[in-house]
């Protein structure tokens, strides 16, 4: 079984990490997004908004899961028995952040880390950027899911 995990803090999931969800279905049997808990950072939506967004978004799709963790993410690999980490690529500062990471976790344990770019229609979407359209007021539903909205 080709069982991955997608790590992050989706502070709030986007457009562009949709796109690399929804592509990496073919190439996987199950894909766990697995939300990181970080006690030293401050984040604009809860765990649980930010679980229920992610739930929403894909309540369709049997294959994908939502979970939450603390912790180094090799340990949660083996904790559920994934073979595999997902990662998204926007940009070459990306692949060199990433690609030391990789590298790390492939030295520590067995697990692959497999990249897919983002698409060209979504490739200048972050997280952060989406935040500060948030807290400005801004237009910022054409960038992430229609289960993502400020109350």
Do not use: W
């Not at 344990?109 to 500060?132: G, H, M, N, W």
């Amino acid at each position: 079984m080709r069982k991955a995990i997608f790590p992050g803090s989706f502070d709030p999931i986007t457009l562009g990490h949709e796109d690399i969800i929804k592509r990496s279905i073919s190439l996987f049997d199950e894909i766990v997004i697995a939300i990181g808990i970080n006690a030293e950072k401050k984040y604009m939506f809860s765990l649980e908004e930010r679980k229920q967004f992610i739930e929403e978004t894909f309540k369709n799709e049997p294959k994908v899961s939502v979970i939450t963790y603390e912790g180094l993410t090799i340990d949660l690999c083996h904790k559920i028995n994934a073979n595999f980490i997902l990662r998204g690529l926007r940009n070459p500062a990306d692949f060199e952040f990433e690609k030391a990471i990789a590298h790390t976790n492939r030295r520590l344990s067995k697990i692959e880390t497999v990249f897919l770019l983002t698409a060209a229609k979504t490739s200048y979407i972050s997280s952060s950027i989406v935040r500060d359209v948030i807290r400005n007021n801004g237009q910022y539903e054409m960038l992430v899911p229609d289960a993502v909205r400020v109350k």
